[in-house]
C-alpha cells in the first residue's frame, strides 16, 4: 500500500515537472520572436553612489571664541595672586573700592570690561549717620542711609503690615517700583562708572518672584504679576536711560526663578544674566534630569538671543566628581557666550584651577546629541558625555574628528 503512494506521488511530481518545462519553453520561443516585449519591462538598476546620510556636523556651524571661559567674581583673591586670576579667567567682576586691584588686572593684559557689583535690591544701614557703608550698594556714602530714611521713607519697600523688610548685614529692601528711588539708584550707579572707571554694572538680587517674601508678604506687591512688572520697570529705566546707549554692559543675578518666561523678559533690558546654582543645587544634591534639562535649554535659548550667561556650580573643593559633572555639562551648551565657574558661596574669594578647564578639546564640532542616557558633544580632538541620570561625566581627550 505505502509503495503504491510513493509511486503515484513521483508520477504527480514528474508530471508537475514537464508542464512547468514546457511553459517556459513557450515563453522562450515567443519572446525570440517578438523581442519588443523585453523593452517594455522595466529594467531595476543598482544606484551610482550611496543616499548621503544625514550630516551631524553641518558645515554652516561656526563656534565664535574660545569653548571655555572662567568668571571670577565679586572681590580680589584671598591670597592676592591677581596673575592667576588675570591668566586663567575670562569674565570680571568686582566691587566699589576694589579700584586699585581692578586696574592691577589691566596691567596684567585683561582686556574684557570688569563689572561693578551693585546691590539692586537694598541700601545699607551702617549703624549710625556717620559711618561709611559698604560701597556694594548705592548708598554708599556717610549720612546716606539716615537722609533716605527721613527725607524719602516711600522708597523703601514695606510687609504686609507697612513695616521695613531687613535683610541680612542690615541691608533694607527698596522699593523696585518707586520712580524717585529708581533715579537716585541711576545718578550714584553712574558717578561710580564715570568717576572711578567702572566699565559696566553686576546687578545682585534681582528677584523673579515673590519667593523671598512670601513669609511677611508685601503691602504694595500682593502678587508675584505686580513686583515682576515693577521690576522690569526698573530695569528698562536704567538700561535704556544710560548702559545701552553708553555702550556699558549690564548684567544681572536674576534669583527666586519660578518661570522661565520671566527671565527672558527681564533678559530684554540686560546685556547678560547669572544662574547661581546651575545644574547641581546649592549643597551636595544634584538635579532632577529633567531639571537639568530645563538649565541646559536655559543656557542655550539665552545665548541664542545674543545675550551673555554666567553659569555658577555650588560644590566642594575636593569634590571632583561633581565639578566634572558640572563642567561637562558647561561644555555641551556653550557657544561662546557662557561663562562657568565651580565655586561655594561665601567662598568666592579662593581660586579654585582642575586639570580639565585646560584640556586641549579643541571647538565642538556641532551642538550635543543624545545617546541613550547620555548627553554627547563632540569636539575636534575630544568628546563629552554626561548622564543627568547617574550623574556620570566624561571629558575625554583623543584623536582629531
Known amino acids: 500500500m505505502k509503495q503504491r503512494k510513493l509511486t503515484l506521488i513521483l508520477i504527480?511530481?514528474?508530471?508537475?515537472?514537464?508542464?512547468?518545462?514546457?511553459?517556459?519553453?513557450?515563453?522562450?520561443?515567443?519572446?525570440?520572436?517578438?523581442?519588443?516585449?523585453?523593452?517594455?519591462?522595466p529594467k531595476i538598476s543598482a544606484p551610482s553612489s550611496i543616499p548621503p546620510q544625514p550630516d551631524r556636523y553641518p558645515e554652516a556651524y561656526?563656534?565664535?571664541?574660545?569653548?571655555?571661559?572662567?568668571?571670577?567674581?565679586?572681590?580680589?583673591?584671598?591670597?592676592?595672586?591677581?596673575?592667576?586670576?588675570?591668566?586663567?579667567f575670562d569674565t570680571f567682576i568686582l566691587t566699589k573700592k576694589d579700584e586699585e586691584e581692578r586696574d592691577k588686572l589691566k596691567e596684567l593684559g585683561v582686556t574684557a570690561p570688569i563689572l561693578e557689583y551693585l546691590r539692586f535690591d537694598a541700601i545699607m544701614d551702617p549703624g549710625d549717620c556717620e559711618s561709611t557703608p559698604w560701597g556694594n550698594q548705592v548708598a554708599y556714602e556717610a549720612g546716606d542711609f539716615c537722609r533716605i530714611s527721613q527725607e524719602h521713607p516711600g522708597w523703601f519697600l514695606l510687609d504686609r503690615n507697612g513695616n521695613r523688610i531687613e535683610d541680612s548685614e542690615r541691608f533694607f529692601y527698596m522699593d523696585p517700583g518707586n520712580p524717585e528711588w529708581r533715579a537716585f539708584w541711576l545718578q550714584r550707579a553712574r558717578r561710580a562708572q564715570e568717576e572711578l572707571g567702572w566699565e559696566g554694572v553686576f546687578l545682585d538680587n534681582v528677584e523673579a518672584s515673590l519667593q523671598k517674601h512670601e513669609n511677611v508678604g508685601l503691602e504694595k506687591y500682593p502678587s508675584h504679576a505686580g513686583f515682576q512688572e515693577a521690576t522690569v520697570g526698573f530695569l528698562d529705566y536704567i538700561y535704556s536711560e544710560y548702559f545701552q546707549p553708553q555702550g556699558r554692559p549690564l548684567y544681572a543675578n536674576i534669583i527666586s526663578l519660578d518661570n522661565t518666561e520671566v527671565w527672558f523678559r527681564y533678559l530684554n533690558y540686560l546685556d547678560g544674566a547669572m544662574v547661581e546654582a546651575w545644574v547641581v543645587d546649592w549643597h551636595d544634591h544634584y538635579r532632577w534630569p529633567d531639571?537639568?534639562?530645563?538649565?541646559?535649554?536655559?543656557?542655550?535659548?539665552?545665548?541664542e538671543m545674543g545675550k551673555e550667561i554666567i553659569l555658577i556650580a555650588q560644590g566642594d573643593r575636593d569634590d571632583t566628581d561633581r565639578q566634572r559633572f558640572a563642567f561637562a555639562s558647561y561644555l555641551l551648551i556653550t557657544e561662546g557666550r557662557a561663562s562657568f565657574r565651580y565655586s561655594l558661596a561665601n567662598h568666592h574669594q579662593v581660586i579654585r584651577s582642575y586639570p580639565n578647564y585646560a584640556f586641549d578639546l579643541g571647538l565642538p564640532l556641532g551642538a550635543r546629541y543624545q545617546d541613550g542616557d547620555f548627553w554627547v558633544r563632540d569636539f575636534q580632538r575630544g568628546q563629552v558625555q554626561v548622564n543627568p541620570k547617574t550623574h556620570q561625566a566624561s571629558i575625554v581627550v583623543g584623536s582629531e574628528k
Do not use: C, M
Open 12 to 41: 504527480l511530481i514528474a508530471i508537475f515537472a514537464l508542464v512547468l518545462v514546457g511553459i517556459v519553453a513557450i515563453i522562450y520561443i515567443y519572446t525570440l520572436e517578438n523581442p519588443e516585449v523585453l523593452e517594455s519591462i
Open 62 to 88: 561656526i563656534f565664535p571664541g574660545e569653548p571655555v571661559q572662567l568668571v571670577w567674581f565679586y572681590k580680589p583673591p584671598q591670597n592676592g595672586d591677581l596673575e592667576t586670576v588675570a591668566a586663567q
Open 291 to 303: 531639571r537639568w534639562e530645563e538649565h541646559l535649554q536655559l543656557a542655550e535659548q539665552t545665548q
